[in-house]
């Protein structure tokens, strides 16, 4: 399945790098969205992003920087993150910001040493 | 108290049993609520939609407890494939946008 893809699947990074994880969407939707997974916790919800404009940022810290140059692109920019960042970073679509099915790409798997 | 509660398990069942599992939430003004499953390493992929009516899918039936606040999922005659962490979701409305609220999971391992 392709409709929601991510870039890198894997990535390790230093505490003093910079990376950007890359999201893109085929489905047509107009609203996507970040969301943090670590083990046996909840899905956290990072941002989210609704024809372009950002409608949600939960209280994440200003080292996870997003941006979203269209509907279809989403990107997650890092700098100096903390090992306690390590985690499944996902990005889902959905057709609009209501109670609409979430469409997940496949996760970026995030190590920071 | 968490917003989604579910019980981590493992649920360890035998091929071929019925298991059923609870999630409660704490918002009585929740709208909406899904099932979602996720394999080992993989995303999460909707399972199904909650009514309140209860719905079936084959061998998948949701059910909504509204005074109870609590959804339900019950597998029947349930399949080696089935094992998997099932994700129970709520959607809030606020004041102008949905959001949805995850629970952990709770891990499901069926054995031959």
């Known amino acids: 399945e392709t409709g929601v893809t991510q870039t890198p699947r894997h990535l390790v990074m230093g505490m003093t790098n910079k990376k950007s994880l890359k999201c893109e969407q085929h489905?047509?939707?107009?609203?996507m969205y970040w969301y943090k997974q670590s083990a046996k916790k909840p899905l956290e919800l990072m941002f989210v992003?609704?024809?372009?404009?950002?409608?949600e940022n939960n209280s994440v810290p200003s080292r996870f920087s997003p941006e979203c140059p269209n509907s279809s692109h989403l990107f997650l920019h890092l700098h100096t993150l903390q090992p306690e960042d390590s985690a499944l970073y996902l990005c889902?679509?959905?057709?609009?910001?209501?109670?609409?099915?979430?469409?997940f790409g496949p996760g970026t798997r995030l190590t920071v040493l | 108290r968490k917003e989604v509660e579910q019980d981590p398990g493992p649920f360890n069942v035998p091929e071929g049993a019925t298991v059923a599992f609870n999630c409660t939430y704490s918002?009585?003004?929740?709208?909406?609520f899904f099932w979602y499953r996720q394999d080992c390493r993989k995303e999460p992929k909707l399972l199904m939609s909650?009514?309140?009516?209860?719905n079936e899918d084959g061998r998948f039936t949701a059910q909504l407890n509204r005074a109870s606040q609590y959804i339900s999922l019950l597998i029947r005659d349930s399949k080696l494939s089935d094992s998997a962490t099932y994700l129970c979701?709520?959607?809030?409305?606020?004041?102008?946008?949905?959001?949805?609220?995850w629970g952990a999971g709770t891990k499901l391992i069926i054995k031959p």
């Open positions: 992003y609704n024809f372009k404009e950002q409608t």
């Open positions: 909650v009514y309140s009516s209860g």
């Open positions: 889902a679509s959905s057709p609009g910001q209501g109670p609409d099915t979430q469409y």
């Open positions: 979701v709520v959607n809030n409305r606020g004041d102008s946008n949905y959001q949805l609220i």
């Open positions: 489905l047509g939707h107009n609203a």
């Open positions: 918002n009585s003004a929740s709208q909406s």
